[in-house]
């Protein structure tokens, strides 16, 4: 792997305000990274973590966007201007998927910048290969699981030999193993090219090994701590806790749940084969058995690429079954018929509430309000209820501050609240939720969970989809774990 040099990072009093939101993502910002640092920048869901990264690959956009203040400079040049020094991964790997097969979408970023197309190639199966995606150049990306678009975003970074490279939660949709495996690509790399690392991760511990500073954001703005990582999560400990960040050996409290008698089935799986096309493509999973119970809470864990997105989708009448049967009983379907993928919308949205995995799929309207109100007024609620309801739920999962906010201009964790928010508003009586803490600070990931088990407490029922250990044993009243298939390449 060819030798580069690690970028230099300056930010002085550099500060950047969304278009359409009252509070500054970040302001003031004052902080030097030098070559070959390898920084974990932590901070509070919304303190401007991503935004900062966004900057520093310049890739924020034009006035029309927002409003920057102060100067943020890349090797002492504007961020747009270093462009092919620079390697950034999204915290949505969907938005980076360009091109329809593996291979061309890693080389996508060297042919950018340049890079002769025998080095391109080469430098394709070393990174396919550094990622752990076991798949060949050809492989459609249509047909990844989204914690294999994480690696291949990660893999098309890491291609490019960037002086500086940005990783926004790049472990947050990968089972334990791969975690794992993405972290030490990750640590290879950059000891190998000698470049700059600046990674977003709410759990703190999974990349101590690899870093050597941390630096916490402030929510109001500027850093709250800075330094080694030993000194800032001993040091700072307590002010760290209370800012919502992950401090390592702090369990999350779990809250006290009421679990009350089932009063029945709500679904029932018997050989249950689904597929990401529903009954017109391949099957990712199959012989699925399974029963979603009244005000019970059903995990669905494995590894990335088992088909657990896809049989969430299948058990909300997303998707048709691909094969096996799917049965909704009477306490769900209340006359609409056994099928949930043959119920119209609106007989859906009473009845199933689904968060996807990206969840910007869901958003509709140009303001954080609004959005909270499309399910509601669809089902007739009359204003004041609807108004009621909204302010209920901005104000419980702290959104109250960005209700006229554009949904897409909030950062990852606040998409994740909008969207478990919005299922909420129309009282369904199953939640489905694919990786609901997503992106949440401890203190959110506390609030989100609390509010969850409330739900099923109440008689709610709720399938999530999950890697997170400790939303398993927070709210799981059954799990089931699905396995990859032998043989051949899970797709979902």
Do not use: I
Not at 340 to 355: E, F, H, M, N
């Amino acid at each position: 792997m060819t030798t580069a040099s690690g970028a230099r990072v300056d930010a002085r009093g550099w500060g950047w305000r969304h278009a359409g939101r009252l509070r500054p993502a970040v302001s003031g910002l004052d902080l030097v990274v030098e070559p070959g640092e390898r920084v974990l920048l932590l901070g509070a869901s919304g303190a401007g973590k991503s935004t900062l990264l966004a900057g520093l690959a310049g890739v924020l956009g034009g006035d029309e966007e927002g409003d920057a203040t102060g100067e943020l400079l890349v090797d002492g040049r504007p961020p747009a201007e270093q462009r092919g020094r620079v390697g950034l991964v999204l915290q949505d790997p969907d938005s980076q998927v360009v091109l329809a097969r593996v291979g061309d979408d890693v080389a996508f970023g060297c042919e950018n910048v340049g890079v002769p197309r025998d080095e391109t190639w080469r430098r394709v199966d070393e990174a396919l290969d550094a990622v752990g995606l076991d798949l060949p150049r050809s492989w459609p990306t249509a047909q990844l699981s989204g914690g294999q678009k994480q690696r291949l975003a990660l893999a098309g970074a890491l291609a490019m030999r960037p002086g500086l490279v940005l990783l926004d939660e790049p472990t947050a949709n990968l089972d334990p193993e791969g975690v794992v495996e993405v972290r030490d690509a990750v640590a290879r790399v950059v000891e190998a090219t000698g470049a700059t690392l600046v990674v977003v991760e709410h759990r703190v511990s999974v990349w101590l090994p690899v870093v050597d500073r941390v630096v916490v954001l402030a929510a109001g703005g500027g850093v709250l701590a800075d330094g080694r990582p030993d000194d800032v999560l001993g040091h700072e400990r307590v002010r760290l806790t209370e800012a919502g960040v992950w401090v390592p050996g702090a369990a999350p409290a779990l809250p006290h749940r009421h679990r009350a008698s089932s009063s029945g089935p709500l679904l029932e799986a018997s050989g249950l084969a689904v597929g990401r096309r529903g009954a017109r493509g391949p099957a990712v999973a199959t012989g699925v058995d399974l029963v979603v119970d009244d005000g019970r809470a059903l995990v669905l864990t494995g590894p990335n690429g088992a088909g657990k997105s896809t049989l969430a989708l299948t058990l909300a009448g997303l998707l048709p079954p691909a094969g096996g049967a799917l049965r909704a009983t009477d306490l769900l379907a209340a006359g609409a018929g056994p099928s949930p993928a043959r119920w119209r919308s609106r007989q859906l949205l009473s009845r199933v509430g689904t968060v996807f995995q990206d969840p910007e799929h869901q958003f509709l309207t140009a303001t954080v309000r609004r959005e909270l109100a499309v399910g509601p007024e669809a089902l007739g609620e009359s204003p004041a209820e609807v108004a009621s309801r909204v302010d209920e739920l901005l104000a419980r999962l702290r959104l109250d501050h960005l209700a006229g906010a554009n949904p897409f201009t909030l950062s990852g964790g606040e998409k994740r609240r909008l969207s478990v928010a919005t299922v909420l508003a129309s009282r369904p009586r199953l939640l489905v939720l694919d990786e609901p803490t997503f992106g949440q600070d401890a203190r959110t990931w506390r609030e989100l969970v609390a509010l969850l088990a409330e739900l099923v407490d109440e008689g709610r029922s709720v399938v999530a989809v999950t890697h997170d250990a400790e939303f398993v044993a927070a709210l799981a009243d059954d799990v089931v774990a699905l396995e990859r298939p032998v043989g051949r390449e899970a797709v979902a």
